[in-house]
């Protein structure tokens, strides 16, 4: 061999070398961790989420969580990787899987005192201070623009006078919900700070401010700061508000974030408002915090009872009734005497996630726990080569979205989304459903996202799908080999106001659709119908290889309510005649191996040897998970 040839291929393995070793393994105790560690062994291990989310990571990088402990605080924010160097999160040691868990510790009496008969309220804060501690950023030229939806219709006008801009927003006719109008500040360098937001206003007609917020710019938009104290009345005279943002959620450094405020409601149709930025100043809260983000599910001894949510303090009649005053910080319960202590656990769960995928690639999640966070527990939009396996999720949603609405996913997929694995994870206890992918933005695709071998049950819905608008487009998705069981049978069901409870839902779908395949699955019981849609998607939907079955025979098997649509699950033999689906499937009640309902997470719903389709799948084995 020639000698530079030689010399070429030892260069070049000292290179592979070289990007081998550069990938290293960071380690994360929740108990004995410290965050000034080097994180780089068992030894030197970080402590919080916050660490990890602050790190910049690189292709091939793995994070592992210690088996057996609980990370409480912050969103898990994944990082990117490249195609077949992935960044990696998953466990080390003995013990239960790693919980990720955003909800708030309220199992101690002194964070509760008595505001009535069997009505308590967490601690008033009379006694918190706000004080300024850095540089008065000037926003006096700051940029601001109006977002709206609709049926919302507002326009956004500045002029400068002497180093000032004056916004003028003319507000023709105001949204049927808060997000549907926005004001988008400018950008921030950091959101792990409490801040004081100085601003002037009036208004050719009286109303309410709304609050403002330090937001992520994009999906899945979390909320790191929001406005705490009274609401700001605007009149037709000027007046200068000094409103304090409370920082609530830590932001990993590099996160895009903006002053945002959600006034789609707030401000009457015909008015017109003028708005003129002025300060914004780092600051110190001292005191304990108020539950400024909203509250959307309280947990008692980790599912054993749940809170019900109302929305006024008249509504508290029922014991663990509870309303949450967001603009005070202060949560009530009707309760029989001090709830704190009075169980092994009391968890409010937050309007957060678990874990955000948005705006990442190449990056795998293997046997994490993720529960009791009141948003999603996977939430993310443009999405690509993302894999979430091995995982359990359970207890999720229940926050407002905006309005009286509620939300909640197990796994979400939003918008812009491609070549991502779902498999093997265990999901339960959803506000709304396990496993979707939907979204509103134009020009944007969701292409070969494929759910396997998952054990979805007692959620209200289990495969959610829908899109708009016209331009965007939704192709190959896989959903096989699933076990999903008793849709609706869920602690949220009985809260909500839009009970539709099913296996397979399709909602509103304007995007062209191709080539949803579903097969091989186990498919038990559901309050409203095992599958349920708005408008009609039987064509795009390629269905076989199942195992299906309802307890009550005139129990629904479909039903296309756009339409008025109504298909018994004793008229199955329709469905394989008539639509020409699932004609290999077979209609019989499963049998599952073990079932434990006081501790789902230890339950085993394979099919027993004798159970219908335990023989049946399109590749000759079991349908279900394997």
């Not at 403002?212 to 909320?223: A, C, D, I, L, Q």
């Not at 307890?551 to 329709?574: N, V």
Request: hydrophobic share 35%; aromatic share 10%; glycine share 8%.
């Amino acid at each position: 061999m020639p000698f530079h040839s030689m010399k070429n291929m030892i260069i070049c393995s000292g290179l592979l070398a070289v990007s081998v070793a550069t990938a290293a393994t960071y380690y994360v105790d929740a108990e004995h961790g410290d965050d000034k560690a080097a994180g780089t062994s068992a030894a030197t291990a970080w402590r919080s989420i916050a660490r990890v989310n602050a790190q910049n990571f690189k292709p091939g990088d793995t994070v592992l969580f210690k088996r057996g402990n609980i990370f409480r605080g912050s969103t898990l924010q994944l990082h990117s990787g490249e195609p077949d160097k992935p960044v990696t999160y998953s466990a080390y040691g003995d013990g239960h899987k790693p919980i990720i868990q955003p909800s708030l510790d309220f199992n101690d009496p002194a964070k509760w005192e008595a505001y009535g008969e069997n009505l308590w309220r967490t601690k008033t804060i009379l006694a918190n201070s706000i004080k300024t501690n850095g540089p008065e950023i000037n926003l006096r030229m700051s940029n601001w623009t109006v977002y709206t939806e609709k049926p919302a219709s507002v326009t956004c006008e500045s002029k400068t006078h002497d180093g000032q801009k004056t916004y003028t927003f003319s507000y023709a006719k105001q949204g049927e919900r808060e997000t549907n109008v926005q004001m988008l500040g400018p950008n921030l360098d950091n959101g792990n700070v409490h801040y004081v937001f100085k601003y002037r206003i009036r208004s050719d007609k009286p109303f309410d401010m709304s609050i403002f917020r330090v937001m992520m710019s994009r999906s899945p938009w979390t909320t790191y700061s929001v406005e705490f104290g009274k609401h700001v009345h605007v009149t037709t005279d000027w007046q200068e508000v000094s409103c304090f943002l409370l920082n609530s959620t830590s932001c990993a450094e590099g996160t895009s974030i903006r002053l945002n405020n959600f006034w789609g409601r707030a401000v009457p149709d015909g008015t017109t408002v003028e708005f003129e930025p002025i300060s914004l100043q780092p600051a110190d809260f001292i005191g304990e915090k108020p539950l400024l983000q909203d509250v959307g599910n309280i947990i008692f001894n980790h599912g054993e009872a749940c809170g019900w949510k109302r929305w006024n303090m008249e509504q508290l009649k029922a014991e663990k009734d509870y309303y949450h005053d967001t603009r005070e910080g202060v949560l009530y319960i009707r309760h029989t005497g001090n709830p704190g202590g009075a169980y092994k656990s009391l968890e409010l769960v937050y309007k957060t996630h678990c874990v955000s995928h948005g705006g990442a690639h190449d990056a795998v999640v293997d046997g994490l726990w993720c529960r009791y966070a009141g948003g999603h527990g996977f939430s993310g939009g443009n999405t690509h080569r993302v894999t979430i396996r091995n995982c359990d999720i359970c207890y999720i949603g229940g926050s407002v979205l905006y309005d009286t609405t509620r939300y909640g996913n197990g796994i979400e997929f939003w918008c812009e989304a491609q070549d991502c694995l779902v498999e093997n994870n265990h999901i339960w206890q959803c506000y709304d459903v396990a496993i979707t992918n939907q979204g509103n933005a134009p020009n944007q695709i969701q292409r070969n996202l494929t759910y396997r071998n998952n054990l979805l049950h007692n959620c209200e819905q289990h495969y959610e799908y829908w899109r708009s608008p016209g331009s965007a487009l939704t192709e190959n998705i896989q959903f096989i080999g699933n076990t999903c069981v008793d849709a609706g049978q869920v602690w949220a069901h009985w809260q909500r106001p839009n009970k539709h409870s099913c296996h397979l839902l399709a909602y509103q779908v304007t995007a062209p659709t191709r080539n949803i395949v579903v097969r091989d699955n186990v498919f038990c019981n559901a309050i409203e119908a095992l599958i349920l849609h708005h408008a009609d998607l039987r064509k795009v939907m390629n269905c076989d290889h199942n195992l299906w079955w309802q307890d009550k025979p005139d129990s629904l098997l479909l039903r296309i309510f756009g339409a008025k649509y109504d298909l018994k699950f004793s008229e199955f033999e329709k469905w394989q005649k008539n639509d020409g689906k699932d004609v290999h499937s077979l209609v019989g009640k499963p049998i599952f191996v073990n079932v434990d309902a006081a501790h789902p997470e230890n339950g085993n719903f394979h099919l027993a040897p004798d159970s219908p389709g335990a023989h049946a799948a399109s590749d000759g084995g079991p349908v279900g998970i394997r």
